[in-house]
């Protein structure tokens, strides 16, 4: 009887010692510090979490992670997610984590951004919907048409900044809390500044992606946005060199020519009075501000400086404007610029 109790009690620390190694001896090592993050799609299996980790992680023994799966009941508690891995974790540590699906937010990021294209395949590469189904999204009138929004003008909701998101979410309700941000960034002060130009939240945006794309000079930008709202005050047209790029598709344009000018598209602020349908780039935060605090001046000319240095010239009447736009002109022509 001794020696079955013994017996009994060795098999018992056998079995001790072998759920001990199959649960808690190290096992999971990220690839890499950048990319040390476990991420499962929605409806995925067990068959999947598997290929997945064998993807993103490096994995000392597969077969004790099965089975501490199948111990812990894994299959029937799958979450999709992006979840952190840590070097050298134990099986029970990543199923208990993968169990409870307490993920780790994406720090979402975004900035030099033209077209609703690239917004949506910058997106798409840090979240797990992808830029198809963003831009499904963004060109859905029914569904914009909630946030008093259209396909032109969309994507005024994403403000470049740092932005604390999950990695499953859906493209709709990227969308939604993108609003709530564009809400929170809309403060009262800065809706009686728009209120006051006057101009709507999207027409700020709108006229702010003009002033970026036409000078990333800080000081220059409240100058330049002063010179278009007074050209819109008196129904002049924008005459916006940028806009002329978005509608041609060429953002390598150094020199608009007449013929450039003939583009049939909303876009052309020469042949269309007012702002355009849309953005023509992601509008940031600084653009904003220098339409919402605009300078108030008299000028409604404007000419790249011929110094090449990202400054304006400005001008009240035609004749000074003339006289700038001729020394821009003999600039780019010395540099054999002609397109």
């Known amino acids: 009887m001794n020696k079955v109790i013994k ?25 890499s510090e950048e990319k040390g993050f476990l991420c499962i799609p929605d409806s995925s299996t067990f068959k999947d979490v598997q290929k997945y980790l064998q993807r993103d992680a490096r994995v000392l023994n597969f077969k004790t992670f099965n089975y501490a799966a199948h111990l812990m009941h894994y299959g ?12 050298a974790m134990n099986n029970f540590q ?10 780790t937010p994406v720090k ?40 008093g929004l259209n396909p032109d003008n969309a994507i005024v909701l994403f403000i470049p900044n740092t932005y604390q998101i999950f990695w499953n979410v859906t493209a709709k309700k990227l969308v939604e809390r993108m609003d709530k941000e564009y809400n929170k ?31 990333n000079n800080k000081k220059d930008q409240p100058m330049v946005a002063g010179l278009y709202i007074n050209r819109l005050k008196v129904g002049m047209p924008l005459q916006a060199d940028p806009t002329i790029k978005f509608a041609l598709g060429d953002f390598s344009l150094k020199r608009i020519l007449s013929g450039n000018l003939r583009v049939n598209s909303p876009y ?11 953005p023509i780039r992601v509008a ?15 000028y409604i000319y404007m000419c790249a400086s011929e110094t090449l240095n990202g400054e304006h010239k400005f001008a009240v009447t035609w ?21």
């Open 185 to 215: 960034f809309w403060t009262p002060e800065r809706r009686a500044k728009a209120a006051a130009i006057p101009l709507q939240l999207p027409e700020v945006s709108t006229l702010a992606s003009i002033v970026e794309e036409e000078t």
């Open 284 to 298: 940031s935060e600084r653009g904003i501000d220098a339409v919402l605090n605009y300078n108030h001046h008299n």
């Open 319 to 339: 004749k000074e404007h003339v006289a700038n736009a001729k020394k821009y002109r003999q600039t780019l022509n010395e540099l054999k610029i002609f397109k």
């Open 94 to 103: 990543l199923i208990r984590l993968l169990r409870s699906g307490r993920q």
């Open 108 to 147: 979402l990021t975004f900035n030099n951004i033209r077209t609703k294209e690239q917004l949506a395949g910058r997106l798409g590469k840090q979240l797990m919907a992808d830029s198809l189904n963003i831009m499904k999204v963004l060109n859905d009138t029914a569904f914009l048409s909630k946030y």
């Open 268 to 278: 052309n602020t020469y042949r269309n009075l007012g702002l355009p349908p849309g």
């Open 7 to 31: 017996w009994m009690g060795v098999v018992i620390l056998i079995l001790v010692i072998f759920v001990g190694y199959l649960l808690f001896a190290p096992n999971i090592f990220p690839v």
């Open 76 to 87: 029937d508690n799958i979450h999709p997610g992006r979840y952190q891995l840590k070097t």
